[in-house]
């Protein structure tokens, strides 16, 4: 497994540019199969000029702002890491607003950097990171983001645990969390195909779609962009330049008290093998991006969702697990059933 070290050769990065100085880190799974670039405000897609695997940037295409940073990389069968967020813009982020008044949110290209957050160094390990933020308006409200291998999914995702807390004196209401992104999906960045499964059936999501452009502040609402996906659930919509938004509303939290959820971030070879990572995990709440061309030509091997098929999705927030677990029989007759009829992938429509 090839690590990204400073000549400190720790695992955090600390990078400073005019005018906006910022630090990360560069994070890997135990199996070397995943990248994340976490930012110290707790959004994704750090770094410019972070390299792996002996100098070859991250972002192979080498186009836009986002060349050579880290967001969700997955290791190709080439050996190379191929990022499916930081192509083009590091548009990824997240906010937190209460009372209907006050917010904070962070997303490096969107947003332009973090607003009324207060936060210190993340504090890592070589596949974990913690980033703990504040709102400078309100200090005693503080979301913690620790980002860590996923338990039950082996190599194909990360789990970003999420902790809102409430020591502000008084009880707070209308507690909204945003998180969204922009998928650049390799090797076909800028032209992929989104699903959202679960935007129905998730009793705590106030609204949701594939503008993977939109603000992050909670308080700053939600502009449709396709007219695909908003507050429905969808499949393979585009191929397009689009992504993911989600805005829960986990209502009022008492002082002293604390709302948890999960986040998950990853990556597979193909659709089957992401749907697989999913149940595990049980989400209650996913997006997909897949290349509109599996080798870059535009040809048909998309269809399996191969070279990969990035994940994010969510756990904890009001919903129902979508992709159970097979149980051992049911496989077992798939697996004839597949052999059967030499179909070894699902149709799209």
């Not at 990824?92 to 006050?102: K, L, M, P, Y």
């Not at 210190?120 to 709102?135: D, I, K, M, R």
């Not at 939290?253 to 697989?276: H, K, M, P, Q, S």
Request: charged share 15%.
């Amino acid at each position: 497994m090839n690590i990204f070290r400073l000549s400190t050769l720790g695992t955090a990065l600390a990078l400073a540019f005019a005018g906006n100085a910022y630090a990360g880190a560069v994070i890997y799974n135990p199996a070397g199969t995943l990248v994340m670039g976490i930012n110290d405000n707790g959004s994704l897609n750090f770094g410019s000029g972070v390299t792996t695997n002996g100098g070859s940037d991250i972002a192979a295409d080498g186009s836009g702002g986002g060349a050579g940073s880290a967001g969700i990389g997955f290791k190709f069968a080439d050996g190379s890491f191929r990022d499916a967020t930081s192509p083009g813009c590091l548009c990824e982020g997240w906010g937190v607003s209460v009372n209907g008044t006050t917010s904070g949110y962070a997303n490096v290209t969107t947003d332009g950097g973090g607003h009324n957050l207060s936060y210190g160094p993340l504090v890592t390990t070589a596949s974990t990171a913690t980033a703990t933020t504040s709102l400078i308006s309100m200090p005693g409200l503080t979301v913690t983001q620790a980002y860590q291998p996923a338990t039950n999914a082996s190599s194909a995702l990360y789990r970003d645990h999420v902790t809102i807390t409430n020591l502000t004196g008084a009880a707070v209401t209308d507690l909204k969390y945003v998180r969204v992104m922009d998928w650049d999906v390799p090797p076909t960045e800028f032209n992929e195909y989104v699903t959202i499964k679960g935007a129905v059936t998730t009793t705590l999501l106030e609204e949701s779609g594939d503008n993977g452009f939109n603000t992050a502040d909670p308080l700053g609402g939600y502009s449709d962009r396709f007219g695909l996906c908003h507050n429905i659930d969808c499949t393979d919509a585009g191929a397009l330049d689009h992504g993911a938004y989600f805005r829960f509303n986990f209502g009022s939290l008492a002082d002293a008290a604390v709302y948890e959820f999960d986040i998950f971030y990853g990556a597979a070879a193909t659709e089957r093998d992401a749907i697989a990572a999913i149940a595990a995990e049980g989400l209650e709440l996913y997006s997909l991006g897949q290349s509109s061309g599996g080798d870059g030509s535009g040809g048909s091997s998309w269809i399996s969702g191969a070279p990969a098929t990035y994940i994010f999705g969510f756990k904890g927030v009001g919903g129902t697990i979508i992709e159970p677990v097979p149980e051992p029989a049911t496989l077992a007759l798939l697996g004839v059933g597949l052999m059967g009829l030499g179909v070894g992938r699902r149709r799209r429509g």
